[in-house]
């Protein structure tokens, strides 16, 4: 393959002597694996390894015809994004997210615009709507989509109304009146639907509409990780304890 494409790099780990093996997200391949030669040596202008950084967009070419490929090239069309904190951790839930549930080879152009959104947002410290419409994009290209205008037996939702979400159900209607707390949190009807019209495109969502989908999206994510812990996100409430500890 000897025309550049778009691409980001998910992970990366040493191969041999001055070689690494590094996981990419590119626009014409989907998630795809390559071994770098030579990554550590230095050129003039640099080592391929200090340019093969997560969060910096990349043009790259590729050799081969195996599932695993040789890198040809690659440069850098514009500076990368420095993620700091916990936008750095999100950033990095998403690689992991992406490397752990998106088959390889699967090839689709909204998952990578929804992708370099995101880390757009994030470095501009506005990341939240945008992590969460990644996820949803991400479930869609999985097989998986929330309808957001009927429940589970396809009635439409009712603003009045109180639902559960279910991921192998959607969203069941609940006899309660009122929300609860914790894991039985129940769904306003009039949420729901604004989640649907910001899904279709309208303008951005309130705090309380951002900690329902949050929370919706976690349910489904979990599902489709088979109920394994993202690391990063372990990491993170670690290291937000730490912080609160000290």
């Not at 694996?33 to 080592?47: D, F, L, W």
């Not at 419409?133 to 109304?161: K, M, T």
Request: aromatic share 8%.
């Amino acid at each position: 393959m000897s025309t550049a494409q778009p691409a980001w790099v998910l992970s990366r780990q040493s191969y041999g002597d001055s070689g690494m093996l590094v996981e990419f997200f590119s626009a014409e391949l989907g998630r795809c694996g390559a071994v770098v030669r030579g990554a550590h040596r230095r050129k003039r202008g640099g080592s391929l390894a200090s340019l093969l950084q997560p969060f910096h967009p990349l043009l790259i070419t590729f050799a081969g015809r195996s599932e695993l490929k040789t890198l040809r090239s690659a440069e850098a069309p514009r500076p990368g994004y420095l993620l700091r904190g916990d936008a750095l951790m999100s950033g990095l839930y998403l690689n992991e997210l992406l490397v752990r549930s998106l088959p390889r080879m699967d090839v689709s152009p909204s998952l990578f615009l929804a992708y370099g959104q995101a880390i757009e947002s994030l470095y501009e410290g506005a990341g939240e709507e945008s992590l969460r419409r990644f996820e949803l994009v991400l479930l869609s290209e999985l097989g998986y989509r929330v309808a957001w205008d009927s429940d589970e037996l396809r009635e439409p939702i009712r603003a009045e109304a109180h639902y559960r979400f279910e991921v192998d159900r959607g969203f069941c209607i609940s006899e309660g009146s009122a929300p609860k707390s914790g894991g039985d949190r129940l769904l306003p009807g009039v949420h729901i639907i604004r989640l649907g019209q910001w899904w279709e495109g309208a303008d951005t969502l309130g705090n309380e509409e951002l900690a329902l989908l949050k929370g919706i999206t976690r349910v489904a994510v979990s599902q489709l990780t088979g109920g394994r812990a993202i690391r990063t996100r372990e990491v993170f409430k670690d290291l937000k304890s730490l912080g609160k500890g000290a």
